[in-house]
């Protein structure tokens, strides 16, 4: 069981900065592939970045945050990061973080093992 938790939403102006980190509680982290989702009120989640495993590290972006959003990972602290910048109202959503076997799962298939609780983010224009 891996248990995942958030951190680092909060309010900003539109055109800020923020960075959302996701703690891992397992040892086995630098095995699975990371990513963040979001979903808006009234919308479905929706995939936002991806990082891989393995040692050629390898990352994803969905097109509406790509050049403004920077997926990374720590495995030594068992933490993945986004850094999110430029900020839009649009970008307002509740943001989760997700393991899974592989990138692929969660770029292509929207499809995690495991789930964080969430942790809003809100960008005022």
């Known amino acids: 069981q891996v248990q995942l938790v958030e951190s680092g939403g909060g309010l900003v102006q539109a055109g800020g900065s923020l960075r959302l980190s996701c703690a891992a509680s397992r040892r086995t982290f630098s095995n699975y592939a990371m990513g963040w989702f979001r979903q808006a009120p009234g919308k479905e989640r929706e995939f936002v970045a991806a990082i891989t495993w393995s040692v050629i590290i390898t990352t994803y972006y969905a097109d509406s945050v790509k050049g403004r959003f920077t997926i990374s990972r720590d495995n030594a602290k068992n933490t993945v990061y986004l850094q999110m910048n430029s900020l839009k109202p649009e970008d307002t959503a509740v943001y989760y973080c997700?393991?899974?076997?592989?990138?692929?799962?969660?770029?292509?298939?929207?499809?995690?093992?495991?789930w964080g609780q969430g942790t809003q983010v809100t960008v005022s224009s």
């Open positions: 997700a393991a899974a076997q592989t990138a692929y799962a969660i770029r292509y298939e929207s499809r995690s093992d495991y």
